[in-house]
């Protein structure tokens, strides 16, 4: 079985300041990990993925992600957020060879001014 | 411009009334596949599809069907709606998943359904 855990339902940043956003998962043999982000009353917008090789991995709006196999996470990270950035963000696995994605339950990022 | 969409938007009905939630994507995918959102559950999958004519269930297909007679389209139906499938429902596409795949899904706007 894949899950995906996302330890805090709210995270808020002050503009500038770094943001960091969490996320666990659990799942046998190698994972592909992904995060999308959604604004509102819009559908998910593809960030980053890791499939393989560099553990740091970079997507758009300046996002990052670092995966660490021996903690099972796949932190989100912006050195300098903006209030722009305020937004649902979702962590998601697909085990290798696998015909879906399993999501997390979302973080509220809210970047204070 | 490359894109997923769904019809209607908006939606409200009522118990038992038959409806279909339509979604096409312009982007040759394989892969397609329905979401439903709600509060404190993330996004949970109902059914997905590897290609035209191949259809498997998520983790959440109770009271759903879907059929996928052209590779464009995916269409959702509700044959019998119910006041729990009030939610946020959303379709997603992919260049291809499983073994071969290791795409990332593109999504419709979503579809926010209201059964009374």
């Known amino acids: 079985a894949q899950s995906v855990a996302q330890p805090e339902d709210q995270v808020n940043v002050a503009e500038g300041n770094p943001l960091t956003v969490k996320c666990t998962y659990s799942?046998?043999?190698?994972?592909?990990l992904f995060w999308y982000v959604q604004y509102p009353n819009r559908g998910l917008q593809f960030l980053l993925k890791?499939?393989?090789?560099?553990?740091l991995v970079k997507g758009s709006y300046g996002f990052e992600a670092e995966f660490n196999k021996s903690q099972t996470s796949f932190h989100l990270k912006k050195p300098s957020a903006l209030v722009s950035d305020s937004a649902l963000y979702f962590c998601?696995?697909?085990?290798?060879?696998?015909?879906?994605?399993?999501f997390g339950t979302g973080t509220r990022l809210t970047v204070i001014p | 411009e490359a894109q997923v969409t769904q019809n209607p938007r908006y939606l409200i009905t009522v118990t038992g009334k038959k409806l279909t939630v339509t979604c096409s994507q312009n982007?040759?995918?394989?892969?397609m596949s329905w979401y439903r959102q709600d509060p404190g559950l993330g996004l949970r999958q109902i059914y997905y599809?590897?290609?035209?004519?191949?259809?498997d269930k998520g983790d959440v297909p109770e009271g759903y069907k879907v059929s996928r007679k052209e590779k464009r389209n995916f269409p959702l139906i509700l044959e019998s709606p119910s006041p729990n499938q009030t939610s946020l429902y959303f379709c997603?596409?992919?260049?291809?998943?499983?073994?071969?795949?290791?795409?990332?899904?593109?999504f419709g706007e979503g579809s926010r359904l209201t059964v009374l």
């Open positions: 997603a596409s992919s260049l291809s998943q499983g073994a071969r795949g290791t795409g990332e899904l593109f």
């Open positions: 799942v046998s043999g190698n994972p592909y």
């Open positions: 890791y499939i393989t090789g560099d553990n």
């Open positions: 998601a696995v697909r085990k290798t060879g696998a015909n879906n994605l399993f």
């Open positions: 982007m040759n995918h394989e892969y």
């Open positions: 599809s590897m290609n035209v004519e191949v259809t």
